[in-house]
């Protein structure tokens, strides 16, 4: 009889902790709370969108430094990521601050993150054109970048394990993440031309018929506009990280006793057994591997093949209206298309964009200011959707990770993510600029010869388009359907109830 009694005490006590995990572990995410994470995602594309959009540009020309080095400065740093982002994973998936495990670290790594990233852009004529400190300086950025970025993308996993929030969560920070982007490919080379002394001219700017007195911006002249523009954007930055500290707030975590089993070998253990995140991974890796290429060649695309430097603010606002004002229908494309039936009309619809941007490179068509709308409009429809959209994947692949091996390994899972992210980047940031360099192109040429034109064509089309077309077989491969994910829940849900009681 005191057995049963017993018995009955303990399952009333796990009935009631998982009760008390599903009000708060299940909670329905408010407005300010997704606006304060997606602010994280806004801060960091300021940052890092800038730099892989525009970095390689301004190295080749304002800063005078070789394509093969510049190349070769992204190959090295991502290389280095790849022993330093598991060490940044499991450190901070063994530590925990007063205020929480992933949120203390949007400050403490914060602000030095911004510091380095406007020394990118220093103006200063004594180190124009040096290697090295070009490459101590975007080394420490990328360093400074895991211990921010990793930390943040492990936080999207603690604020609720509520599906329906996860997916808002995601179209949240997509929106506001394309804002930035909005003022990174629209704003900011307009404004750095706007800025610059060389070659001043009344141009048009594409946006029906807007003439301003803008500059070149690949001239050395045009350094401290380089370095003007970027501190406001580090400022707006600064802002929006510390807002995206303030008003969120973690939720599910890992226990002291899960913080304390954490091993560096852990993320050998997770590449083992944990498959959706292998597949999920690589979809990453060649996701960004095509973005980025088709970002550091943008400018290039822009400026050489069409000849049209002088539209890039009107083509990048339309490049920027799919990913602000179309994430809020992504939860319904979902369950229309399905999960991985999302992601591959997405990705057709970016290679049919890339096509179309081929026809616009084309004699005749290159003054077709429509055919470049309607060719960026759809490009980057499918672009921000199926690059958008895979954020709300990971969640449930540290879910998975957690059934499997006891562990929440949020940090170091994130790590993973962002290692096949950083070697998508690498690829993306480095190989077009060794094909520029093998095609010919030569960044103090005013125009460029014919085969330094087909390899900005070959960089910012075919190979994303190709890509694009891999990405679409990866995906399909991907194990876990909504019924596996509410499955594994589940299963948590009582595990976490027991170790409470244990507690």
Request: hydrophobic share 50%; glycine share 8%.
């Amino acid at each position: 009889m005191a057995y049963l009694m017993e018995s009955t005490v303990q399952q009333m006590k796990n009935s009631n902790n998982t009760q008390n995990i599903q009000q708060d572990e299940y909670r329905k995410l408010s407005l300010s709370e997704r606006i304060g994470y997606g602010l994280g995602d806004f801060a960091q594309n300021l940052v890092f969108g800038t730099v892989g959009g525009f970095l390689a540009l301004y190295l080749t020309t304002v800063n005078a430094i070789g394509t093969a080095a510049a190349g070769f400065i992204f190959l090295f740093v991502r290389i280095i990521n790849v022993f330093w982002d598991p060490m940044v994973g499991t450190f901070v998936d063994r530590h925990t601050f007063k205020n929480g495990k992933y949120r203390p670290w949007l400050l403490i790594a914060g602000i030095p993150l911004l510091i380095l990233a406007a020394m990118l852009f220093v103006p200063i004529p004594a180190i124009r054109g040096s290697v090295p400190i070009a490459f101590i300086t975007y080394f420490l950025l990328d360093l400074v970048y895991s211990v921010v970025n990793i930390p943040y993308g492990s936080l999207n996993a603690s604020l609720t394990r509520d599906p329906e929030s996860v997916d808002k969560i995601t179209t949240t920070r997509m929106m506001l993440a394309n804002i930035a982007n909005l003022l990174v490919y629209t704003m900011f080379p307009m404004f750095i031309q706007l800025a610059a002394p060389k070659a001043r001219s009344l141009k048009d700017t594409g946006f029906f018929g807007l003439k301003l007195n803008m500059g070149t911006y690949t001239d050395a002249s045009a350094s401290n506009a380089w370095f003007g523009v970027y501190m406001v954007y580090m400022v707006l930055g600064a802002v929006a990280l510390f807002f995206c500290y303030r008003l969120t707030k973690e939720r599910v975590i890992a226990t002291a006793e899960q913080s304390a089993k954490v091993k560096a070998y852990d993320l050998f253990l997770e590449l083992k057994n944990n498959k959706p995140l292998v597949i999920l991974g690589f979809f990453f890796m060649l996701a960004f591997t095509f973005m980025f290429f088709m970002n550091t060649v943008n400018g290039f695309f822009n400026q050489y093949t069409v000849n049209h430097s002088d539209w890039m603010g009107a083509i990048g606002l339309i490049a920027s209206i799919p990913g602000i004002a179309f994430p809020v229908f992504w939860p319904k494309l979902r369950k229309i298309f399905g999960k991985k039936g999302f992601f591959h009309f997405f990705l057709g619809m970016f290679v049919v964009g890339e096509i179309l941007t081929w026809v616009w490179s084309l004699k005749g068509m290159q003054d077709s200011l429509f055919l470049a709308y309607v060719s960026t409009f759809i490009k980057q429809w499918g672009l921000t959707s199926a690059t958008g959209f895979m954020w709300a994947l990971v969640p449930e692949v540290v879910s998975y990770g957690e059934m499997k091996s006891g562990k929440r390994n949020a940090a170091i899972i994130n790590a993973i993510m962002g290692l096949f992210f950083k070697i998508g980047f690498t690829l993306g940031g480095a190989i077009p600029l060794w094909l520029l360099a093998a095609y010919g192109f030569n960044g103090n040429a005013v125009k460029q010869t014919a085969s330094a034109l087909s390899g900005i064509n070959m960089t910012a089309i075919w190979i994303p388009a190709a890509l694009a077309i891999v990405s679409m077989i990866v995906i399909a491969l991907y194990p876990l359907s909504d019924k596996d994910v509410e499955d594994i829940n589940k299963q948590l849900d009582t595990s976490r109830a027991e170790a409470k009681v244990t507690e």
